[in-house]
């Protein structure tokens, strides 16, 4: 089946630690998305990718990190420098960007502990 | 900048009740628009989408209308049932950019 997949679901940080979160899709597409989700609260956007080894900042990329070396790969790093990382992450990829919809993989929720 | 305002939450409704979630979007252009339903613990799915004005998009009995002159696209439903509470995300796209997203509206339906 095609889709993405984000691992692990549950990811515990100590402070000062930085912690990688995964996002894998096989559904050919071009773009993918990293965003922040916070309890109660609408996604912001962390980082996102048109094109292999290329990708730009979001409105909340302080404190992250991200590679596009492969097409269906697109990690995200979250270094000791974020201040509140604990949130739900959520990886998403589209065709090309833009009219088309973004598929959505189930998320990875980071706890600092 | 882009942005999408929806209204503030949670809307409990009882079952076979009819839904509203308004929303309203700024954007300089003509975006697409899109309703997307999160369910506890879990990632977006899409719900609907509209490319261009007048446009009706439609899924599992929800509708929702891209109206240019009010800058709307509300969401509706005839007649919810209690296997529709999630939350509910409007959100637009310009071009190559990536989906803006309204705060999310909690829709909760009692039996």
């Known amino acids: 089946d095609g889709g993405i997949t984000q691992s692990p679901k549950y990811l515990f940080r100590k402070e000062g630690q930085n912690v990688t979160l995964s996002c894998e899709q096989n559904?050919?597409?071009?773009?993918m998305y990293w965003y922040r989700q916070d309890p109660g609260q609408g996604l912001r956007l962390i980082y996102y990718?048109?094109?292999?080894?290329?990708?730009q900042k979001g409105d909340i990329a302080e404190g992250y990190s991200v590679s596009r070396e492969k097409k269906e790969s697109f990690p995200l790093t979250v270094t000791s420098a974020q201040k509140n990382p604990t949130a739900f992450y959520l990886c998403?990829?589209?065709?090309?960007?833009?009219?088309?919809?973004?598929?959505f993989g189930q998320g990875t929720r980071l706890t600092v502990v | 900048g882009n942005s999408v305002t929806q209204m503030e939450g949670p809307v409990t409704l009882s079952e076979e009740a009819f839904l509203t979630i308004n929303c309203t979007y700024t954007a300089t252009g003509y975006p697409s628009l899109f309703w997307y339903v999160q369910y506890p613990g879990e990632g977006l799915q899409l719900l609907l989408k509209?490319?261009?004005?007048?446009d009706k998009g439609s899924n599992k009995g929800f509708e929702a209308t891209y109206r240019k002159e009010t800058t709307s696209f509300h969401l509706e439903k005839g007649s919810v049932q209690v296997s529709d509470s999630a939350v509910y995300f409007c959100?637009?796209?310009?071009?190559?950019?990536?989906?803006?997203f309204g705060s999310g509206t909690r829709l909760q339906v009692q039996p």
């Open positions: 559904l050919n597409h071009d773009a």
């Open positions: 998403a990829s589209s065709e090309a960007g833009g009219i088309t919809e973004a598929f």
């Open positions: 990718s048109q094109i292999v080894n290329d990708f």
């Open positions: 509209a490319t261009k004005a007048d």
């Open positions: 959100a637009l796209s310009m071009g190559r950019r990536a989906l803006t």
